[in-house]
């Protein structure tokens, strides 16, 4: 029978794999909370129409990446494409902007999107990401790129870019897309499929397309565009970033690919990833997806970071601590007979704060050691016969290679002194 593999464009996390992720997402919780923000959890499947009307029907995650069933009620539902959407639901749907102005929330967890699987680049992915929702400051979006920033820092990761640009308000986007399509129009027939159909739909699409991005140097820049409001709230952004020593790089072709942002967008690349793959992630200021979500018009900015690449770039700069121990003792029998005594001994330690292995396995003891040097543990902890009539237990110290018998009474601290370092 042929063996069942994880389905295509998703892998399995390992132990030491797991490790680093617990790490780094430890460290985003950390660094967010130091800026205010709490903690959130949204569902991993949601109304397709949440993406349809938020992220907009001519993105390519809605066209072409979204995992999307029906449910046994006829209702379309999809596994989550990205976690904006869902984290403004949450809060404005709680009403939780109206007790206080701004909501700061971090979240972390799965998303979901049918782009081609290489390194980088999952069905399943994972990504950390905070929303800071209520106020429409150009200091917040100052801020999340800060917290990301801090972020990265906190990781050791050194050699990041980040890259800003202003998308403006809705009606500079307005007098932006007029003039893209005054550009466009003369060269439709030399688009792709895909430019062509976006130079009716969504122009601003066609500076993010790979396959036409010869045509991109000589298109308008969205800052000609702009009004005097807009270009005063990127100046500010690029003042605070400047005050908080983050040299930003301003790109004027950055976009982004949902429809939901305005104003600030910013990425962050970094060189040991090449090509599609460099960006880490980005995010930006979306003051208009409340209204398209049907709530009241709300400001917001936030970002989304993806995890996989971060660890990419962190194994490659070597900043990844050593995964821990699977443990710090190794409880083990000597022979079958003694394995319930074995067994309330390794209750007795991890009752005392102390992560304990059980291994009562019918082998060898000296097989049983072996296998403690494998997981990691830094003390054995032995059952035999006479420890059993002595209600005492041979404590072996791993590392200084020394052992002592030990009262059942004495064990636990004599385990931790060992592990403290003490003598």
């Avoid at 680093?20 to 660094?31: E, F, G, I, N, P």
């Avoid at 030399?190 to 601003?204: A, E, V, Y």
């Avoid at 018998?405 to 385990?415: D, K, R």
Wanted: glycine share 10%; hydrophobic share 40%.
């Amino acid at each position: 029978m042929p063996q069942i593999a994880a389905p295509r464009g998703t892998r399995d996390i390992l132990p030491d794999e797991f490790a680093a992720r617990r790490w780094l997402l430890d460290a985003h919780s950390a660094v967010a909370e130091s800026f205010g923000y709490r903690g959130i959890e949204t569902p991993i499947i949601e109304s397709s129409e949440l993406f349809s009307r938020g992220v907009g029907t001519d993105t390519d995650i809605v066209e072409k990446q979204m995992f999307t069933f029906d449910d046994r009620g006829g209702r379309s539902l999809t596994l989550r494409p990205e976690g904006t959407a869902g984290s403004l639901r949450a809060v404005v749907g709680a009403h939780l902007d109206q007790e206080i102005r701004p909501v700061r929330v971090h979240y972390a967890g799965p998303f979901f999107r049918a782009e081609r699987p290489q390194a980088g680049r999952q069905h399943q992915f994972t990504q950390v990401g905070i929303e800071c929702i209520g106020e429409s400051s150009p200091a917040l979006d100052a801020e999340i790129i800060e917290v990301a920033w801090q972020f990265y820092k906190a990781l050791g990761i050194t050699g990041i870019q980040l890259q800003v640009n202003s998308l403006g308000s809705a009606s500079d986007r307005v007098r932006y897309r007029a003039a893209l399509v005054a550009y466009y129009t003369p060269l439709e027939a030399s688009l792709c499929d895909d430019c062509r159909r976006r130079l009716h739909t969504n122009p601003l699409r066609l500076l993010d397309c790979k396959r036409d991005a010869r045509f991109v140097e000589g298109a308008p820049l969205l800052w000609d565009s702009l009004d005097r409001p807009s270009r005063d709230h990127f100046t500010a952004v690029l003042r605070d970033l400047e005050a908080a020593g983050i040299e930003a790089i301003r790109n004027d072709r950055l976009v982004r690919g949902l429809d939901y942002y305005s104003d600030t967008v910013f990425e962050f690349w970094h060189d040991v990833l090449q090509g599609a793959q460099g960006s880490l992630g980005g995010g930006g200021r979306y003051d208009g997806l409340a209204e398209l979500l049907g709530f009241p018009a709300t400001p917001a900015t936030g970002y989304a970071l993806g995890v996989e690449r971060t660890l990419m770039v962190a194994r490659a700069l070597g900043t990844i601590p050593q995964a821990p121990a699977a443990a710090d003792v190794l409880v083990c029998s000597v022979e079958p007979a003694e394995a319930d005594a074995a067994a309330g001994i390794a209750r007795l330690i991890r009752a005392a704060g102390t992560r304990t292995v059980l291994d009562v396995a019918e082998r060898r003891l000296d097989r049983k050691l072996r296998g403690a040097g494998r997981i990691g543990t830094r003390v054995a902890v032995i059952v035999g016969e006479n420890e059993v009539a002595g209600d005492s237990a041979v404590v072996r110290d791993l590392d200084g290679h020394s052992q002592q018998t030990v009262p059942i009474a004495e064990l636990a601290a004599t385990v931790t002194r060992i592990l403290g370092g003490a003598s």
